[in-house]
């Protein structure tokens, strides 16, 4: 079965870095454009990034852009966001979700991992 | 960016009853448009795509339609088991891709 697994998550100082991890399974990884949706406390869902199949084309919301980097590594099943200078507003659930359409329908979720952007 | 605007915030509704949420979005999506589900404390969970279609496994009591900018979604008999939150999310252009602010429906 399609299972995909966060992990990295935890408390962080502002202005520091962390890297989110999802590792998948039950599925063909590199079939499928990989996405970040995250969800803070109490609020609604935001679209963070998507990665294609193979890694060459990624988008971001301008919440996050210039500071965090989706990637991928396909021989690992894994996705990945690597997220910097890190703000109080970050502070969310962040889940991994498989996107089986160019790009933007969200078939399976991850559980989620929480980042806590506090000093 | 297009923004979807989702309407009523929260509701509440007996078993049995039906229940409409809206969607509105900023500009015209054709049906590039899905409806999610999101139980307390569970990852959502996608129950309609491109507008009407219903995900596999998902019970015929939920629905959706619209095309454009205004949208639809309709849970017939309304079952204990669908308290949660709701929302939309485009999907015909990005960046970003976009959410509607969500609907929580709870049993009267």
């Known amino acids: 079965q399609v299972q995909l697994v966060e992990s990295g998550g935890g408390v962080v100082q502002p202005g520091r870095s962390l890297r989110l991890s999802c590792a998948v399974s039950?599925?063909?990884?590199?079939?499928?454009?990989m996405d970040w949706v995250r969800q803070a406390p109490g609020k609604g869902l935001e679209w963070v990034a998507v990665?294609?199949?193979?890694?060459?084309?990624?988008y971001y919301a301008d919440s996050v852009k210039g500071r965090f980097t989706i990637s991928r590594d396909n021989s690992k099943n894994t996705l990945y966001l690597q997220m910097n200078s890190l703000r109080v507003e970050d502070t969310a659930v962040y889940y991994c979700?498989?996107?089986?359409?160019?790009?933007?329908?969200?078939?399976?979720w991850g559980q989620g991992t929480l980042v806590t952007v506090s000093s | 960016d297009i923004q979807m605007t989702q309407s009523p915030s929260s509701l509440s509704a007996s078993v049995g009853d039906r229940v409409t949420i809206t969607c509105q979005a900023s500009?015209?999506?054709?049906?590039?448009l899905n409806w999610y589900q999101q139980k307390p404390g569970q990852a959502p969970n996608l129950l309609i795509y491109?507008?009407?279609n219903l995900e596999t496994g998902v019970p015929s009591r939920f629905s959706g339609s619209g095309s454009g900018t205004d949208f639809t979604f309709t849970i017939n008999s309304l079952q204990p088991e669908d308290i949660a939150t709701y929302y939309c999310?485009?999907?015909?252009?990005?960046?970003?891709?976009?959410f509607g602010g969500g609907t929580k429906v709870e049993i009267k």
């Open positions: 979700a498989r996107d089986r359409y160019n790009y933007g329908q969200f078939d399976y």
């Open positions: 039950g599925f063909t990884f590199d079939n499928y454009g």
């Open positions: 990665i294609s199949y193979d890694g060459s084309n990624k």
């Open positions: 500009q015209a999506i054709s049906n590039y």
């Open positions: 491109g507008a009407s």
């Open positions: 999310q485009q999907y015909a252009n990005l960046p970003p891709l976009t």
